[in-house]
C-alpha cells in the first residue's frame, strides 16, 4: 500500500512526458537539429524550477518525506567532469532519438524497441556503480 504514492507519481510523470510531447523522437530531432524551441523550453522551465525548489529547501531548511535533512554538497566541482559526463550523455541522447527521463514511458506506450535502450541504460549505471571508486569525483 506504501507503494501506490510512486505509482500515482510515476502515472503523472507519464501524463506529463505525453502531453508535453518529450517522448517525441521528432521533439528530440528539432532540438538537435535547432529547428524548434520546444524542448529547449521545457528544459529551461524545469531548470528554473528546481532552482527555486533548492533555494526553498536551503531557506527553509526542509526535510525529505522521511524526516532527514536535505544536504546539498556545495564543494567546487572540476569542469572537465562535466563535460565528459554531459557528452556521454547527449551522446546517447542522440543516437538513441530518447531522453533517459521518460524511457518507461515510452516502453509503456508500447515502442518495445526502447527495451534495448533502457537495458542498456540500466547496464551502464550498474558499470558505473561498480567502478566508482575508481573514477575521479
Not at 109 to 127: D, E, K, M, R, W
Request: hydrophobic share 50%.
Amino acid at each position: 500500500m506504501k507503494a501506490i504514492k510512486y505509482i500515482v507519481a510515476g502515472v503523472l510523470f507519464g501524463i506529463i512526458m505525453t502531453k508535453s510531447e518529450v517522448i517525441s523522437w521528432y521533439r528530440i530531432q528539432e532540438m538537435f537539429r535547432f529547428q524548434a524551441f520546444h524542448m529547449y523550453g521545457i528544459i529551461a522551465s524545469a531548470v528554473l524550477l528546481m532552482m527555486i525548489a533548492t533555494w526553498l529547501i536551503k531557506k527553509y531548511h526542509l526535510k525529505s518525506v522521511y524526516g532527514q535533512p536535505i544536504i546539498f554538497n556545495d564543494k567546487k566541482r572540476s569542469i572537465p567532469r562535466y563535460l565528459i559526463g554531459g557528452t556521454f550523455f547527449g551522446l546517447g541522447w542522440a543516437m538513441t532519438g530518447a531522453c533517459p527521463g521518460p524511457l518507461y514511458v515510452l516502453l509503456g506506450h508500447g515502442f518495445v524497441a526502447i527495451g534495448l535502450v533502457l537495458f542498456s541504460a540500466l547496464i551502464g549505471t550498474y558499470v558505473y556503480g561498480l567502478l566508482r571508486d575508481r573514477l575521479p569525483h
